[in-house]
């Protein structure tokens, strides 16, 4: 299948060949590849259609987001069919990626079932290991203690941690506890001392992977898609020379590239939510079944500005 | 909703003993010379039981009078869930309401009550209890 538009109609970059191709979006995740320090991602639909070159590189992982296992509503009253949609392409990749990262609302209401039927689902997942932060579904009704209990063993303070892989230093941040009215995402004061301690031995040099639920950048505050106290996390990060910044909760994918930190937010496994601004609240977006994964797709595309590929190739740092 | 031919039997006969009731209050009162209907209304239905519907990432009516003692229930028509706490995390805090589930909170004493969904924390609301 082509990549480039045929009927270009509506001078908007898709036409309808494009379009159908975009449904393949659905349950989709996020390659990354390290190579030689620049960190580099690719939409998996794409990495499996080999539509996309060099792949190979220093260490892979994939992203995926926003599983909402327990929402049962339109437009997807299936989400674990969909989660494993996204769990057999990442399977389906030559390279097995070296670990997973889930960056939250694994379930849609905190139910131990839920994150029982997420746990299983996963396992069939081909890589080493899963890394995980909780998105604010997963901290309902008790401030976290179960999805810390489950996935954030041996993390610091409520459940933010570091690793390192390959030369590349990865950090998990919680940004969904204790959240302040009229206010949006908090890291808080204890995990932003943590944070600029664990960061300081580093060489300027090291390429620098934060993950969490909530964008660390303003998307659209309005809609609470942003952290209030972000700013502070990333001015630690302001000496590094590549830093790459990779969360979920708006259900779509963006980019946004501020100096040497490139902010990626990846699309949900489970249902789309609106572009911002585009609709009364950012709720799930009802449409016919057919039109779930076309509609991941539309949003997807509508952020590729100036490139005839409808997939995501995003930029390097 | 629809109700059977049973309870609207036993709604008929409640509201006849009520009315009965009612006329028992009424001669009393008569005979005391205090007429006092309100309180005969009071007994049959409950004033000041408000409803705030949570719809679109948003409480409505945003900000709410009522007497003190009236009791607030607040509905979840969102396809996702929302909590109902006070801004001191104290006074109220309602579990995660999914689709249709409700919380109520009996507002005892005068005051200004703020209040926010903490799963979505621009989403804020207003209790003014006279």
């Known amino acids: ?317 | 909703m629809q109700r059977t031919k049973t309870q609207q039997n036993r709604t008929a006969r409640i509201l006849g003993t009520a009315i009965l009731g009612a006329v028992a209050v009424l001669s009393l009162s008569l005979a005391s010379g205090a007429l006092r209907p309100r309180s005969v209304i009071a007994a049959q239905e409950k004033p000041g039981t408000t409803t705030v519907t949570i719809d679109n990432f948003s409480f409505a009516p945003m900000q709410l009078e009522i007497k003190a003692g009236a009791e607030v229930t607040w509905i979840n028509k969102d396809d996702v869930p929302h909590t109902v706490v006070s801004d001191d995390h104290k006074l109220f805090k309602s579990r995660a309401l999914d689709t249709d589930e409700k919380f109520s909170f009996t507002f005892k004493d005068p005051g200004t009550y703020e209040y926010f969904c903490s799963v979505h924390p621009k989403m804020v609301g207003k209790i003014i209890v006279k």
């Open chain 1, 1 to 317: 299948m082509s990549d480039y538009i045929e009927k270009n109609q509506d001078n908007d970059g898709v036409d309808r060949r494009g379009f159908l191709k975009c449904m393949a979006w659905a349950g989709t995740g996020t390659l990354c590849v390290l190579q030689g320090g620049v960190l580099k991602s690719f939409a998996l639909t794409d990495v499996l259609q080999k539509n996309v070159g060099n792949l190979k590189g220093d260490l892979s992982f994939v992203q995926i987001s926003d599983s909402h296992i327990g929402f049962n509503k339109p437009a997807n009253p299936d989400v674990t069919g969909t989660l494993r949609e996204a769990i057999a392409k990442v399977n389906a990749l030559s390279t097995p990626p070296s670990f997973v990262l889930h960056t939250g609302d694994l379930t849609h209401l905190s139910k131990p079932e839920e994150f029982d039927t997420l746990s299983e689902s996963l396992k069939s997942l081909k890589t080493d290991r899963i890394f995980y932060v909780p998105g604010e579904h997963d901290v309902l009704n008790d401030n976290g203690a179960m999805f810390h209990e489950r996935f954030g063993r041996g993390t610091q303070g409520d459940g933010w941690y570091s690793f390192d892989q390959k030369g590349a230093h990865f950090i998990g941040l919680v940004n969904v506890l204790n959240l302040k009215a009229g206010g949006l995402g908090t890291l808080g004061h204890e995990q932003l001392e943590w944070l600029e301690k664990d960061v300081a031995k580093l060489k300027s040099s090291t390429p620098i992977v934060v993950f969490a639920h909530i964008p660390l950048w303003s998307v659209y505050p309005q809609w609470g898609w942003g952290t209030d106290d972000s700013e502070q996390a990333l001015s630690y990060l302001k000496r590094f020379g590549s830093v790459t910044i990779l969360n979920g909760h708006i259900h779509q994918t963006m980019q946004k590239i501020e100096g040497n930190i490139t902010f990626h937010t990846a699309c949900s496994t489970a249902f789309p939510q609106p572009q911002p601004g585009e609709a009364d609240s950012p709720g799930p977006m009802k449409v016919p079944a057919e039109k779930l994964r076309g509609l991941l797709g539309i949003t997807d595309v509508n952020f590729v500005r100036g490139k005839h590929t409808l997939a995501i190739v995003d930029s390097t740092l």
